[in-house]
């Protein structure tokens, strides 16, 4: 068991993690990221990314998570295989942690990127067939499905927005709920109503994903009526599970103010309201989710912690660096 100190703790290795690492080892900020359970994050479950910019041709999910790594590494940050399990953020900078090593984390600084996970349905064939058929991403994944048969399950705003969004692609939706009246807002409802693309399977679930992992993937999904129980089958080609994500907050629950799950920033800014101690990435953002803004508000938390250090703030009018009440 170890001491570690450090001015930037970086909690989670996906996208916003590893860019605030790139900017605050430039900073000379000696950050350490302690990876967590799914070094890489999301990404590195997914196969071909397309919407990453700066790569002209097609790159895998989990190449990117280790381009990033390495070059996070390259520019000085130290990657732990740890999963912070402890933190106390009540007492003010410095901070403390403690990993699941028995490591102890002591940080003049913190960035939380700890990201979100889909929810997954949990039903046989659906992780066999992820990647293969089966996704959590319409905005990744649609792409793949050019004028083929995908389905949507869920009855939620990510739900009806990933239908209206594959009708990009495909002219065949199918929106799949289990009950008979949807919790999206009525604006997407109305949406949902008026495309002549999408139709819906209501009081329907999914007890299946059916398909051959070693071949062609997902060819059909086995529903059942929930208000009959009739059994029936779907054929589809591609099918996205909508039912909501979470975010992984359990560390900091009681420390930092929450929204559905989610912590609470500054609008516009990585910073939550203890001074010192700032958030990004899929972690406080429910909105849009993706690497690109990830990294991106990962940016801007080792801005704001270098000017932290320096007891200095962003001015929001000017965009100056101004000194600190
Ligand atoms: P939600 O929790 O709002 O909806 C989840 C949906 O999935 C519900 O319809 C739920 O059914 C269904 N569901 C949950 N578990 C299962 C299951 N095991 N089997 C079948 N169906 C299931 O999640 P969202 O991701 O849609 O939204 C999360 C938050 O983000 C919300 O606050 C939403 O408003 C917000 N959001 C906002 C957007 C925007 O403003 N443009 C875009 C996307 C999200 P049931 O209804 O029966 O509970």
């Excluded at 690492?21 to 196969?47: N, S």
């Excluded at 996970?117 to 996704?135: D, F, I, T």
């Excluded at 690109?292 to 100056?320: I, K, N, P, S, Y």
């Amino acid at each position: 068991m170890a001491t570690h100190r450090t001015k930037m703790l970086i909690i989670g290795s996906g996208p916003a993690g590893l860019t605030a690492a790139i900017y605050g080892a430039r900073a000379m900020l000696e950050p350490i990221v302690v990876q967590g359970l799914q070094p890489g994050g999301q990404l590195t479950i997914t196969t071909d990314v397309e919407n990453y910019p700066g790569f002209a041709d097609v790159i895998q999910g989990p190449w990117l998570m280790q381009q990033m790594q390495v070059q996070a590494e390259h520019v000085g940050t130290r990657m732990m295989w740890d999963t912070i399990v402890k933190v106390d953020l009540t007492n003010g900078s410095p901070f403390r942690a403690v990993g699941d090593s028995g490591d102890e984390y002591i940080a003049d600084t913190v960035v939380i990127s700890t990201g979100a996970q889909a929810k997954w349905l949990g039903v046989p064939g659906e992780m066999e067939l992820n990647g293969k058929g089966v996704s959590a991403c319409a905005t990744c994944d649609g792409f793949f499905y050019r004028g083929k048969k995908v389905a949507v399950i869920g009855g939620g705003n990510t739900a009806v927005e990933e239908a209206l969004y594959l009708t990009n692609h495909s002219d065949d939706v199918t929106l799949i709920h289990r009950r008979d009246s949807l919790r999206a807002e009525r604006i997407l409802q109305d949406r949902l109503q008026a495309n002549p693309r999408i139709s819906v399977l209501w009081n329907k679930a999914v007890d299946s994903f059916g398909g051959d992992p070693a071949g062609g993937g997902l060819t059909h999904l086995n529903l059942r009526d929930t208000v009959t129980g009739e059994a029936s089958e779907l054929r589809v080609d591609g099918a996205f599970v909508a039912i909501g994500h979470a975010p992984s907050t359990e560390l900091f629950a009681g420390q930092l103010e929450l929204q559905d799950g989610y912590i609470v920033v500054e609008p516009g800014t990585p910073r939550t309201a203890i001074p010192g101690v700032f958030a990004c990435g899929d972690v406080m953002d429910h909105i849009y989710r993706q690497a690109v803004t990830a990294a991106g508000t990962g940016c801007m938390a080792a801005l704001d912690a270098e000017r932290f250090l320096q007891g200095l703030e962003f001015d929001r009018e000017t965009g100056h660096a101004e000194a600190a009440e």
